[in-house]
């Protein structure tokens, strides 16, 4: 029987069986007798999470405008589909040509968060794929794996046959390239390996033999194949303008998280917030014109058909032309009956103004994001919002209507106190306080925090800081708790904490941690971002089987003169500019965005910087 | 007012969406072709299309309905070509009517269905599925328990006087069962209580995820 007889059936008794189905507006056919590179993009989660990617849309559309590639899509299948594949001795397949996994030559995860790691095991054991590359021969396709979470590869170094570090779209071409050069050879697979290492960005985890201290520190990283590059450079696409970006995006037949046409505006961010992985590792920041977004966004709504449009960049208004495009995009939109949706802006009166046109009617709430309840120690993690900003922005949403207003704030941040939990209160009820004095009235209007838990980074300033213990956080959450249910109108939530201690064990983990995911798959861990899959009592008891205690990631504090798991990867930014933004941040002093002047922190030795001291 | 009313086909994979989203397939195939469409009025307005019954996701159908009000008229061969242009696998505009404008909705003229339900069994029972079908239709009256989604409350119905018509066949190991049943506001029957009623009276075993389902046409008052 073919996968699509035995499908079929199962159609009939899954959840949402649109999500295994293909065959959506702009998928792309080929005749596979002519195909040198069957690449498989897979996503570890469901379709509805996959499908609203805007990496999966540039991918596809990059990989197969390539002639002698097909590029097809796969996803975690959800639990009761799973099930029944299980039983029926469904392997995994693709969704364009319903192939088996095994059948592809290369087979690539994006890693978007480290709580889908499990989901990239049990994806590989779904498609009868061994989990570790020392048991794949010729016969399995390569694997390999992107993402943010590439930038620290090493828990899945022993799974991933190679790993892509920064942006995809230049590498991608350049590995099916020199894979159909490879298939042409027909050497071993180690000699594939051994010629992309030749690329900017590619990590070959097995050319590199790490080696430990006693006390389980990382001792050296030793090559074994010396051709291997010392240190992986991150790929870097100089000109936004110039990268391929997809017009004719696949249309998901079902319902994904965002059914929209989507545009990126730009990418990396200037503010330089000492937390945040995603504003180091995507430097330096690079704009598409806005004459170029433009003509994007009207030619996918035009060949999608979507009803509605997104921009997406970090900051989005960082943009040097924001306001004009913002206002070009309106009209865009209003010709053809499409709604806008914007990131958060920042809150200045001409957010307002754009606000009060796109959500007349309806007003579904403000969002802001001081992430840290006082001065100090925003200085501390070079957040650049003030209390007037927070205060003006927020007194100016309620004058115009708004009832609804969400913060955000993260707790366990390098030298948090009490005191500046208290800040978050008095934020709250400043605001509450300030909607009485202006409307009188203290009904329906509602504040709510949203409180999460640090998780300290590779590749950032704070990557040397030991996380919170659960039990920290849990005071840290209960304290907060207690005193804001006093206040009225003021709304509370926040994570657990256990998915937070998962997350920053692997955020910084080593290649030890392989064997430990392995384990924890074995014993039934998956879709552990998702609330009603996670298993925690599983987990550890996975690192107590393995002998190996998580704390070592988690809570305790690195040395400067540490060798770190994720040396070996070059984000371009220097260990010294991570050192000098820690010191100062354990000084409460700021640093500029760099769009004031350059501050050093090695990208511009790389490429052109093309913002710094723009202001 | 330009109203019009197509008539379309939905088969292979595409049958595993929803009603939902075959609507929202279509507002956008609209946009694409750009056929613009009358929006309601009010705070959030929606384009005006509406179907004459939503088909269950998993059946298939040679026949639906689906009417749309146009800002301009066109011609409805333009209509049935762009759209045609524009549908998946599985999707298809058979033809298009324009519809005098003081007509009542498809849905409220909406009265009988006609189905195909096909039933594999197991190879080696052969059924008098036209004799079975004869027994199972003179008993006095076909029960069912119905869960009104509205009070929360299971009724018990008679489902007999909701079958206008039914007549069967069996070959290829398969019982095949074609039948006319209520549809509408009025008065509405799902096959799936035909099968399950049917299924029970004449003693047969089946596997519901082997079981098609497929509208033949639906039928309207005046």
Same mark, same amino acid.
């Given at each position: 029987m073919t996968i699509s007889k035995q499908l079929d059936k199962l159609l009939m008794q899954v959840e949402k069986p649109g999500r295994y189905i293909g065959g959506e507006l702009h998928t792309v056919k080929k005749d596979l007798s002519a195909i040198s590179t069957r690449f498989g993009f897979a996503f570890p989660d469901t379709y509805e999470i996959g499908m609203s990617y805007l990496g999966l849309q540039i991918i596809y559309h990059i990989l197969n405008s390539m002639e002698s590639v097909y590029c097809e899509r796969i996803f975690a299948p959800a639990e009761d589909m799973e099930n029944l594949m299980k039983k029926e001795s469904l392997p995994l397949f693709t969704l364009e040509t319903k192939s088996p996994v095994k059948d592809l030559d290369i087979l690539g995860f994006t890693l978007q968060y480290e709580l889908s790691f499990t989901n990239v095991l049990n994806m590989l054991n779904l498609g009868g794929i061994p989990y570790r590359s020392a048991e794949r021969d010729s016969s399995f396709p390569f694997i390999a794996a992107g993402g943010p979470c590439a930038f620290n590869p090493e828990p899945l170094a022993d799974i991933i046959d190679f790993f892509m570090i920064g942006d995809g779209e230049d590498v991608l071409p350049q590995v099916c390239k020199t894979h159909a050069q490879w298939k042409e050879s027909a050497k071993d697979k180690d000699e594939f390996l051994k010629s992309l290492t030749k690329i900017d960005g590619i990590y070959v985890p097995k050319f590199y033999n790490p080696s430990y201290y006693e006390d389980g520190r990382l001792k050296e990283i030793k090559k074994n194949f010396e051709q291997a590059p010392d240190r992986i450079k991150k790929q870097?696409?100089?000109?936004? /303008?110039?990268?391929?970006? !997809?017009?004719?995006?696949?249309?998901?037949? #079902?319902?994904?998280?965002?059914? *929209?046409?989507?545009?990126?505006?730009?990418?990396?961010?200037?503010?330089?917030?000492?937390?945040?992985?995603?504003?180091?590792?995507?430097? !330096?920041?690079?704009? *598409? &014109?806005?004459?170029?977004?433009?003509? #994007?966004?009207?030619?996918?709504?035009?060949?999608?058909?979507?009803?509605?449009?997104?921009?997406?960049?970090?900051?989005?208004?960082?943009h040097s032309e924001i306001e004009s495009l913002v206002k070009e995009l309106m009209s865009v939109c209003k010709d053809n009956n499409v709604?806008?949706?914007?990131?958060?802006?920042?809150?200045?009166?001409?957010?307002?103004?754009?606000?009060?046109?796109?959500?007349?009617?309806?007003?579904?709430?403000?969002?802001?994001? !001081?992430?840290?309840?006082?001065?100090?120690?925003?200085?501390?993690?070079?957040?650049?919002?003030?209390?007037?900003?927070?205060?003006?922005?927020?007194?100016?949403?309620i004058e115009l209507g708004w009832t609804n207003i969400k913060l955000y704030f993260m707790i366990g941040l390098?030298?948090?106190?009490?005191?500046?939990?208290?800040?978050?209160?008095?934020?709250?009820?400043? #605001?509450?306080?300030? /909607?009485?004095?202006?409307?009188?009235?203290?009904?329906?209007? /509602?504040?709510?925090? &949203?409180? &999460?838990?640090?998780v300290p980074k590779a590749h950032t300033p704070f990557q040397w800081h030991p996380q919170d213990t659960p039990d920290t956080f849990l005071e840290k959450q209960l304290y907060l708790k207690n005193k804001l249910k006093k206040i009225k109108g003021v709304s509370y939530s926040y994570h657990e904490t256990e998915p937070s201690y998962l997350e920053a064990i692997f955020a910084r983990g080593d290649r030890r941690l392989g064997e430990v995911l392995i384990k924890a798959v074995t014993l039934g861990c998956k879709f552990d971002s998702w609330r009603e899959h996670?298993?925690?009592?599983?987990?550890?008891?996975a690192f107590q089987e393995m002998g190996i205690n998580p704390n070592f990631y988690v809570h305790r504090e690195r040395s400067y003169d540490e060798l770190l798991p994720w040396d070996i990867i070059d984000s371009g930014v220097t260990k010294e500019f991570l050192i000098s933004e820690n010191n100062k941040a354990i000084k409460g002093v700021q640093s500029p965005d760099c769009r004031l002047y350059c501050i050093g922190c090695g990208i511009n030795k790389r490429v052109n910087c093309?913002?710094?001291?723009?202001? | 007012m330009n109203k019009y009313v197509v008539r379309f086909y939905k088969g292979g994979n595409i049958r595993y969406i929803s009603h939902l989203d075959l609507m929202r397939l279509f507002k956008r195939a609209f946009k694409r072709a750009g056929i613009k469409l009358q929006y309601s009025l009010g705070f959030n307005p929606h384009p005006k299309i509406s179907f004459a019954q939503p088909l269950s996701l998993g059946y298939t159908s040679s026949s639906e309905y689906m009417e749309f009000e146009t800002q301009l008229a066109y011609s409805t061969d333009l209509i049935i070509e762009n759209l045609n242009s524009l549908m998946p696998e599985g999707l298809g505009i058979l033809s298009c009517e324009k519809l005098p404008d003081n007509v009542k909705s498809l849905a409220a003229r909406t009265k009988a269905a006609d189905y195909e339900i096909t039933i594999p069994v197991n190879s080696g029972i052969e059924k008098d599925v036209c004799n079975l079908l004869r027994e199972y239709m003179s008993q006095d009256q076909i029960k069912v328990i119905k869960h009104q989604k509205k009070s929360r409350k299971s009724i018990e119905i008679d489902i007999k006087p909701l079958i206008y018509s039914i007549s069967g066949d069996f070959h290829n190991n398969s019982i095949l069962i074609k039948t006319k049943l209520a549809a509408g506001n009025v008065s509405n029957l799902s096959p799936e209580f035909v099968l399950s009623t049917f299924c029970e009276f004449a003693d047969i075993q089946y596997e519901r995820a082997m079981v098609t389902i497929k509208r033949n046409d639906i039928y309207f008052t005046n």
């Open positions: 870097i696409v100089e000109n936004l /303008n110039q990268a391929e970006f !997809p017009e004719k995006t696949i249309v998901p037949l #079902i319902e994904p998280i965002h059914d *929209r046409a989507v545009v990126e505006i730009f990418r990396g961010c200037t503010r330089g917030c000492r937390f945040c992985q995603a504003g180091m590792i995507y430097r !330096p920041v690079r704009e *598409r &014109s806005k004459e170029k977004i433009k003509q #994007i966004a009207e030619k996918q709504l035009k060949e999608t058909g979507h009803e509605e449009l997104s921009i997406l960049s970090l900051s989005t208004s960082d709604s806008l949706s914007l990131p958060s802006l920042r809150l200045d009166s001409f957010s307002f103004e754009v606000l009060q046109e796109i959500q007349s009617y309806k007003k579904t709430g403000l969002t802001f994001a !001081p992430e840290a309840g006082t001065q100090r120690l925003r200085d501390v993690i070079n957040k650049t919002i003030t209390d007037d900003d927070i205060y003006s922005g927020i007194e100016k949403a390098p030298t948090e106190t009490f005191e500046d939990l208290d800040g978050i209160v008095e934020i709250a009820k400043n #605001i509450t306080d300030t /909607n009485y004095r202006i409307t009188g009235k203290r009904g329906r209007f /509602n504040v709510t925090v &949203s409180v &999460s838990n640090f996670f298993k925690y009592d599983l987990w550890m008891q093309a913002m710094e001291g723009t202001l | -």
